[in-house]
């Protein structure tokens, strides 16, 4: 076990570093703040490949199957023989894994924010806060006990209130990180009453003994949770549902979604961090976590495939009217969620079976790397038209070369074009879904082909479709004629800390598919076989081209077969541009029902019964007090009276009882 001791310095760094910098950092640190906290999560970053390493190549394996190792542990609440809250470190397989992903795209967003956020005045507490975020993150990979995973849930979210409302002078940045927050708290109390419904009937918050338990269909607490029910629900499935839901908040799953298109608020290294390899996947790594447990529960699983499926197919719809090109990302990462959580939920646990759950995590493992580099590709071009609108952008592939280069390479990969990364991850799923559920298949086939269409349709629109604007123009003008001026925003595609993680992530997005991710992460520790098939993969990547195609002939040049399409759809397109109006049926809901008829008549009450009663006690304690504070006037004679007249009371009261 403290073979892998060092594994905690993974996440205190950036703990040490959030504490330094948001202590210090504003005061001391103005300048460095990006340096120290960069060499802390490169630190980290190194150290997790140290771990991925020896746990994958020497020691993890025992006869042929990955082991948990619980590194550290140790109690910190003990609430009763076998019920407490322990603090923690698992390796395993998707931990390791999470590790790998979680810092190194985190490295890259740092390394790209020291161009990016150069000259901002709170330059210091950004990187405290993006700290703060990867840390957390880490603190949840790593957890041994559920309620340990709920702690650090919370600072993930607490840490996404600040990263998404940095910009607190902006309204929209408020508006829309208390819109993430409120959001993910609802679904966090579905969280934390799952916990206790598995906690109560589980008998422990372990998360390794719950899932041996509850694993065993002749355990009592198996048996226990399977014959209570509640309203034609086993308390299992309730528990189950309960904590995906937690889950669901966090992924931005229909239907609470809608905070994730708002957080494009924050600056867009955050976007890139929150929508690629940490926030929005730590549902799918919960599921993941207690998969075992859900894979026992056949209806648990029904709602996760089919809240995924459906997730995946509107955000997919929705990211096709979109024209602020970082919604349409938030979408596009909607979407490719959505995948992941069907995925588990047509799986089964262990063997061949559990290809879906090999699949999910082998697309969490690529979409990690393209999406942060279509999220930073997008942060580049930002900086260079100052605009997220594709109608002020156009041509800038001569202007930006290596972001054109490595966009290109993104959206290649997330529409499955082989050999980029997310080709092999989203056929396995396709074929794990081929296997399970035709109607899935069906689902997710189509919506891979939309996704080639909205992706290329963004990357014609940025790049290709019209000359390139002439602020885009001023910026290399700028760059090439004031290289003496040190101001990140006027070095045409940035400074080489914006280029530097693009190149990389590019490599990755290219490379990290051929990770054969079937020997290393499976629902039960053994290896699995290939299932990369030519001929089944002729369908979905020929569907593929031929969006991209439709795509290229709608964007690639300027013409009027887009305003012709949307004419045709009309009123669905109008719908879609729209989100189908679930904001609105949010606010319809909030603003006309709970306002109105719980929210006042609860106001109502807590002002004229709550705080009326309390008024009425103190206004009748002044009342007694003002009547009887002559009793205590001062005056000895009136204290000599009162002595004499009880003294004369008792005595009258005492020679009537002895008569």
């Not at 906290?37 to 746990?55: E, G």
């Not at 799952?194 to 009937?201: D, E, K, P, Q, T």
């Not at 990290?512 to 079937?518: D, E, L, Q």
Request: charged letters at 10%; aromatic letters at 14%; hydrophobic letters at 55%.
């Amino acid at each position: 076990m403290s073979n892998y001791l060092y594994i905690l310095w993974i996440p205190l760094l950036p703990l040490a570093s959030f504490v330094v910098l948001g202590l210090f950092g504003r005061k001391y640190f103005a300048k460095t703040a990006g340096i120290i906290s960069t060499a802390s999560l490169l630190t980290s970053t190194i150290l997790s490949f140290v771990a991925a390493k020896q746990y994958f190549f020497v020691d993890g394996k025992v006869n042929g199957i990955y082991q948990k190792i619980i590194a550290l542990k140790y109690t910190w609440l003990q609430f009763s023989p076998n019920v407490s809250i322990d603090m923690g470190v698992i390796v395993d397989p998707i931990s390791v894994m999470m590790l790998i992903v979680v810092t190194s795209v985190s490295l890259m967003v740092h390394v790209f924010s020291l161009g990016y956020m150069k000259g901002e005045e709170r330059f210091a507490t950004y990187y405290a806060f993006l700290s703060l975020f990867t840390f957390s993150m880490l603190g949840l990979i790593l957890s041994v006990n559920i309620f340990q995973v709920y702690m650090f849930w919370e600072l993930v979210g607490v840490s996404s209130f600040l990263l998404i409302g940095y910009y607190f002078n902006k309204p929209s940045a408020v508006a829309a990180s208390k819109k993430a927050f409120i959001v993910t708290r609802f679904a966090d109390l579905g969280f934390l009453i799952g916990i206790m419904i598995m906690g109560f009937y589980g008998g422990t918050l372990d998360i390794g003994l719950l899932i041996q338990k509850l694993t065993s269909a002749q355990s009592p607490e198996f048996l226990s949770m399977t014959s209570a029910s509640f309203l034609g629900a086993s308390m299992l499935t309730w528990g189950l549902t309960l904590i995906f839901m937690g889950g669901a908040g966090k992924s931005a799953m229909f239907p609470l979604h809608i905070w994730l298109p708002d957080a494009m608020e924050g600056p867009t290294p955050v976007s890139a961090l929150i929508h690629a390899a940490t926030m929005v996947v730590a549902g799918v790594y919960l599921v993941a976590r207690l998969f075992p447990i859900f894979s026992m529960d056949e209806a648990a699983l029904t709602i996760v495939t089919y809240v995924g499926a459906f997730s995946a197919l509107l955000a997919a719809i929705i990211a096709c009217t979109q024209t602020d090109i970082k919604r349409v990302l938030a979408y596009s990462t909607m979407s490719q969620i959505g995948y992941m959580m069907f995925a588990l939920g047509i799986s089964k646990n262990g063997g061949e079976a559990g290809l879906g759950y090999m699949a999910s995590m082998f697309h969490l493992f690529t979409h990690a790397f393209f999406k942060s580099l279509l999220f930073l590709g997008a942060g580049s071009v930002i900086h260079m038209v100052h605009s997220n609108e594709m109608k002020d952008m156009g041509g800038l592939r001569k202007l930006m070369p290596i972001t054109h280069a490595a966009f290109l390479i993104a959206c290649l990969a997330i529409a499955g074009i082989p050999p980029f990364a997310g080709f092999f991850s989203k056929e396995e799923i396709l074929t794990a879904a081929f296997h399970e559920n035709k109607l899935i298949y069906g689902v997710a086939l189509f919506t891979a082909a939309l996704t080639s269409f909205y992706m290329f349709r963004l990357y014609f629109n940025i790049f290709w479709s019209k000359e390139a604007p002439a602020k885009a123009h001023s910026a290399i003008h700028n760059h090439a004629h004031d290289n003496a001026h040190d101001d990140a925003h006027d070095h045409g595609e940035g400074t080489w800390t914006m280029k530097l993680p693009l190149i990389i992530l590019a490599a990755c997005a290219v490379g990290v598919g051929f990770v054969p991710f079937s020997q290393f992460i499976t629902s039960d520790g053994a290896a699995l076989e290939t299932h990369i098939d030519l001929i089944f993969s002729i369908a979905p990547v020929a569907l593929s081209i031929f969006a991209i195609l439709l795509s290229a002939s709608f964007y690639k040049k300027e013409n009027t077969k887009s305003e012709k399409a949307v004419a045709v759809f009309g009123g669905f397109y109008r719908a879609a541009y729209k989100k189908f109006y679930v904001d609105e049926l949010y606010l319809f809901i909030t603003k006309k029902i709970v306002f109105p008829l719980i929210g006042q008549p609860i106001a109502w009450a807590d002002r004229n019964i709550v705080d009326g009663f309390m008024l009425l006690l103190a206004s009748t304690t002044a009342k007694i007090s003002s009547a009887i504070k002559g009793l205590q006037s001062g005056k000895v004679q009136n204290y000599a009276l009162y002595f004499f007249g009880g003294v004369l009371a008792l005595s009258v009261l005492f020679i009537y009882i002895w008569k």
